[in-house]
């Protein structure tokens, strides 16, 4: 199971209405979505790849943009992409994203 939650840092408060796409690098090296979600009122998605995690790589892309928009405050970054590893497909997979208008970070949460 892949799911995230993102907190606006500036605010203190979870980022709500931001839309997130799952991609898996395939054999050929390109990327196909996988999954699509958008965070509830606590910031949260669940279960981003519905149909189950394979080994090999992933991405996350986050469209911050819209919501500092939606907010009338500025941001340097128009979206976030987290791109990282899955090695044992039946773990969970737990990819937090941080942001502020002009700063982020990510780790891997459970």
């Known amino acids: ?45 669940k279960d981003l790849v519905p149909g189950g995690l394979q080994k090999g790589p992933y991405r996350l892309t986050f469209a911050v943009a819209e919501y500092f928009q939606s907010a009338g ?14 090695k044992s497909p039946g773990e969970h997979y737990h990819v937090p994203l941080l942001i502020s208008g002009y700063g982020y970070s990510t780790y891997r949460g459970s």
């Open 1 to 45: 199971m892949l799911t995230t939650h993102i907190l606006d840092t500036a605010l203190g408060k979870p980022a709500a209405q931001v839309k997130i796409i799952a991609e898996q690098q395939g054999a050929n090296g390109q990327w196909q979505q996988v999954g699509e979600a958008t965070t509830d009122p606590d910031g949260r998605a």
């Open 73 to 86: 405050r500025d941001s340097f970054y128009p979206e976030v992409t987290i791109a990282f590893q899955v």
